[in-house]
């Protein structure tokens, strides 16, 4: 029932994303057809990519018109994967998400994610040896597509402000510094570094 779903979705004004499938890539590009607009989590709990069997991935990355997000902590995906991702998206449709835990910030250790006993180590985030979600920041997603694509740092924050917020059809408020845009800001160091933080004009 996806591609009904997808389609009903799409008539409704609704976003339709990609993700978390074993679809083949001929089910992925039906999706597509049918009005998908976006890929959840690129690379992670999907088909394999093949050269003779392309699966999901092998639509995801062949259909510039889709945009799509990557978790960008060089555990979930390969530096030199976060590279080819963005060189085939480009820089107008890839997008940067943490997927982050409410482990974030914090010191290594146990914590519960939906009811599951999670452990940070290492900047990795898993139950039974497995991923399980991530305690990346968004600015530090921002400094790693730096170093691992060698995008300038204008360019790499396209990828957490403005391609997010075009996506989200909300670029007149956010996403951008322009009169009459909210006033949620950060403040950057030219290597990505944070130094302030801002939420409706407000420093916090």
């Known amino acids: 029932g996806a591609i009904e779903t997808i389609r009903h979705a799409r008539q409704l004004g609704i ?5 978390h499938s074993n679809a083949t890539y001929e089910e992925a590009v039906a999706g597509i057809t049918a009005g998908a607009n976006h890929v959840t989590h690129t690379f992670n709990a999907m088909r394999a990519l093949d ?24 555990i979930h995906v390969h530096p030199s994967v976060v590279d080819l991702f963005i060189r085939a998206k480009g820089l107008d449709r890839a997008i940067l998400i943490t997927d982050a835990i ?4 914090m010191p290594e250790g146990r914590y519960d994610l939906g009811g599951l006993e999670v452990e940070v ?6 139950y039974n040896g497995k991923l399980a979600g991530s305690v ?14 060698r995008l300038g740092l204008k360019d790499a924050l396209r990828l957490a402000t403005s391609n997010p917020a075009a996506l989200m ?16 800001i950060v403040v950057l160091t030219p290597e990505g570094q944070l130094l302030q933080t801002i939420l409706g004009g407000e420093v916090v």
Not at 102 to 105: M, Q
Not at 172 to 184: K, N, Q, V, Y
């Open 51 to 74: 050269h003779r069997d392309p699966g999901i991935l092998g639509a995801v990355l062949q259909h510039r018109e889709l945009s799509a997000d990557i978790i960008a902590d060089g």
């Open 169 to 184: 059809s909300a670029s007149e408020e956010r996403g951008s510094l322009m009169p009459g845009s909210r006033a949620d």
């Open 15 to 19: 976003h339709c994303s990609l993700g």
């Open 136 to 149: 990346l920041t968004l600015e530090r997603a921002v400094r790693n597509v730096m170093a691992f694509a």
């Open 102 to 105: 409410s482990a974030t910030g």
């Open 121 to 126: 180590k290492d900047e990795r985030c898993e």
